[in-house]
């Protein structure tokens, strides 16, 4: 589809920004910062679970300013009937051994946490020294596994969105902000 100058992508397809994006970039900011002191000597490695979170990672690496070591993992969920089961494949697995390591796994969203809670209990069981969890975006009210956040940067309403890394179908991952489409747009 073909955009005029009038037009734009996101004017098509955008129905209300939750956050705009300035306020994300000072939101990383803000937990980068904390990171950096949080972590300061541990040598830290920083986990990607792909696709959605890379967006937060890229930006999230350059505003913290101790050595860290990044890595990225990649699930596949079975499916959408089996979706609410939690139950993924990893189709990539971390490079190296976390036995020992602190280790922060970073999220672009936790909603049921079902997925989070899969990959903790795998990770978890290769004895890293410690093991916490980073979001950018939280929707507590969809809860349906116990999860601890060390840093959550935003709680959501219980509502679709999409941009910064989260898509529908594969697209809009690259709005700059968090938003909810046009329900013309969205037909599930
Ligand atoms: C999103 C997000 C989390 C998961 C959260 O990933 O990045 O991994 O869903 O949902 P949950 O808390 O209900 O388990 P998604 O499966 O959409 O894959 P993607 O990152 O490749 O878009």
Not at 7 to 20: H, R
Not at 80 to 109: C, F, M, Q, W, Y
Request: glycine residues 6%; contains cysteine.
């Amino acid at each position: 589809m073909a955009f005029s100058h009038a037009q734009t992508f996101a004017d098509a397809v955008v129905s209300d920004i939750l956050i705009p994006a300035d306020e994300i970039q000072r939101k990383v900011v803000e937990i980068g910062r904390r990171i950096s002191r949080d972590y300061d000597g541990l040598n830290p490695l920083l986990v990607s679970i792909l696709k959605g979170s890379s967006f937060l990672m890229a930006d999230l690496l350059r505003a913290i300013d101790i050595p860290i070591e990044v890595d990225f993992i990649a699930i596949t969920n079975y499916g959408p009937a089996t979706r609410s089961s939690g139950v993924v494949r990893l189709i990539k697995d971390l490079d190296r051994s976390i036995e020992n390591r602190h280790v922060l796994l970073i999220e672009d969203i936790i909603d049921t946490g079902l997925t989070l809670n899969y990959v903790l209990k795998l990770l978890r069981g290769r004895h890293p020294r410690a093991l916490d969890v980073g979001t950018l975006l939280n929707k507590p009210a969809r809860r349906l596994a116990n999860i601890s956040l060390r840093y959550n940067g935003f709680d959501l309403p219980d509502r679709f969105v999409v941009g910064y890394g989260l898509d529908f179908q594969g697209r809009y991952r690259n709005l700059p902000y968090v938003c909810v489409l046009k329900p013309s747009v969205v037909s599930f």
